[in-house]
């Protein structure tokens, strides 16, 4: 994922007021708007305009992508770029159908489909909250209680933001998916006189994992296996987010060959499925008996893995 700079975005500096941040937009979204711009790319354009003034005008949005800016140095974010921000507000994030980056939704998350704020007599609903929640795969497999820390822009002297830490304990269900929310009722703004409180919605993303990649609410996992094991068949352990089971891999599989392990995905009503990925891989052939072994195995086999490139 790259980096989205929207001071460039919008040309002015990163010290620039909200007044010089107005200005550069309204100028350049009249320049890309693609209903008068003669601009080749002015759509793709327009839509990098409004996202970054999306976020610029925000002050809550601007200190936030303002400390990620700080931390990511060149090409690979770090860990946990987009985790531990939370915004008050209904636009939040991203509305659903929204075209909005990878980047924008990755830190701001997308808003969460919630009633509009009540008024109530003698006070008003205070404001929801939205921020992101990354947990651990093994968690949407058995459900966990974490406690997570939350960073909270809260206006500052003179307009500037300046942020409190809050900490709180969270319940996660079994089998929740990438892109769900939770809402903890209660944990958004305090209400107006006798208006109830805001809510905070968590939008649920996974870590990245070091064995496996989800798919929906399938999992996906790559499995070495040796060449022999390929070619013969081999009964062979796989681990799983719950527990290892064992596969059998039939003879002749090729290198990228899915096998599937029905039920073994994320938990749910039914269950998903977890695909292995078979990944050949091939012993050292350092020493002289080693190498003598692959000589042996190339002159028994009359095979041009590049045959079909011949045609």
């Known amino acids: 994922m790259q980096f989205k700079d929207y001071y460039a ?3 002015v500096e990163r010290k620039a007021d909200a007044d010089e941040i107005k200005r550069a937009y309204r100028k350049l979204a009249r320049k890309y708007h693609p209903d008068v711009s003669k601009e080749r790319d002015a759509e793709a354009r327009f839509k990098d305009v409004t996202e970054a003034y999306e976020v610029l005008k925000d002050p809550e949005k601007r200190a936030a992508y303002d400390q990620v800016g700080q931390r990511w140095q060149g090409g690979a974010p770090p860990p946990d770029w987009d985790a531990g921000f939370e915004f008050s507000g209904r636009d939040g994030g ?10 924008f939704e990755a830190l701001f998350g997308r808003r969460a489909g919630v009633p509009p704020t009540g008024h109530a007599r003698g006070g008003m609903r205070g404001d929801d909250h939205h921020a992101k929640l990354l947990i651990d795969l093994e968690d ?3 459900g966990a209680q974490r406690t997570i820390s939350l960073r909270v822009p809260v206006a500052g002297p003179q307009g500037s933001v300046q942020w409190r830490e809050r900490q709180l304990d969270v319940n996660i269900p079994k089998g929740i998916r990438a892109g769900q929310h939770l809402r903890l009722a209660g944990q958004g703004s305090p209400g107006h006189g006798t208006g109830q409180a805001g809510d905070l919605f968590l939008e649920v993303e996974f870590r990245p994992h070091r064995h496996f990649r989800v798919d929906g609410r399938d999992v996906i996992v790559e499995l070495p296996v040796a060449p022999w094991e ?3 068949g081999a009964s062979v352990m796989v681990p799983t987010p719950d527990r290892r089971v064992e596969l059998r891999v039939p003879p002749n599989s090729a290198a990228g060959r899915r096998l599937r392990l029905r039920g073994l995905g994320l ?3 039914p269950a998903s499925d977890l695909y292995v990925v078979l990944a050949i891989v091939l012993p050292p052939s350092d020493g002289t008996a080693e190498q003598q072994a692959w000589r042996t195995l190339a002159k028994a086999f009359d095979f041009n893995p590049r045959a079909s490139m011949e045609d």
């Open 267 to 269: 938990p749910g009503e």
């Open 230 to 232: 390929a070619a013969l």
């Open 140 to 142: 949407a497999y058995r």
């Open 9 to 11: 975005t919008l040309g």
């Open 94 to 103: 991203a509305p659903p159908g929204a075209d909005y980056s990878d980047f």
